[in-house]
């Protein structure tokens, strides 16, 4: 049977037809560009609680975190494009955390992982943050108390996903024509 390649499969996916002789990939620029985002990001781990201990047992190599092209963890903003914030946010550490995140450069995510980060967890005191959503846009949601390193690796997945499936591009150029 032969296959014949339409415009709609291009635009699917990049695709690669083993019936075409020689090494052709068609894809459109937008998916190389998620493509290359995607498999290499570089987390900025906040790690402010108990949770930060299982971020550790991430990059062991029983759970293997560089399987997803995250296992160089920046303690440099500049050079980190995912943040991980990692147990519990105390109003005294909030700024901290945001002129970290302001000091990212674009495009940035972040992963809020466990309950204390999501949502205050079991502290619901005048102290705590109730959500690190209240102070900086979050990406994906890991649940737990805390969580298991699959569940990080699960939420990076989430995240790689939604960075797969984003018009990186446009969403650039809109932003400088605003600007």
Not at 50 to 79: K, T
Not at 113 to 128: I, K, W
Not at 160 to 172: L, N, P, V, W
């Amino acid at each position: 049977m032969s296959e014949e390649i339409t415009s709609e499969r291009i635009q699917q996916h990049a695709a690669y037809d083993s019936k075409v002789e020689g090494n052709i990939i068609f894809t459109q620029v937008d998916t190389a560009i998620n493509w290359m985002r995607k498999n290499s990001l570089w987390p900025m781990p906040m790690g402010l609680a108990c949770c930060a201990i299982e971020l550790m047992g991430s990059a062991s190599s029983r759970f293997d975190i560089a399987r997803f092209g995250a296992e160089v963890m920046r303690f440099s903003p500049r050079q980190a494009d995912v943040m991980i914030v990692a147990g519990t946010v105390t109003y005294k550490m909030a700024l901290a955390v945001k002129r970290v995140w302001d000091q990212m450069p674009e495009p940035k995510w972040c992963i809020a992982m466990g309950a204390c980060a999501s949502s205050g967890g079991m502290y619901r005191s005048y102290a705590v943050l109730q959500g690190i959503d209240n102070l900086i846009p979050v990406d994906v949601y890991v649940s737990g108390c805390p969580p298991r390193p699959e569940a990080l690796l699960e939420g990076l997945m989430k995240l790689q996903d939604k960075i797969a499936d984003s018009e990186s591009g446009k969403e650039q150029f809109q932003a400088e024509k605003t600007a």
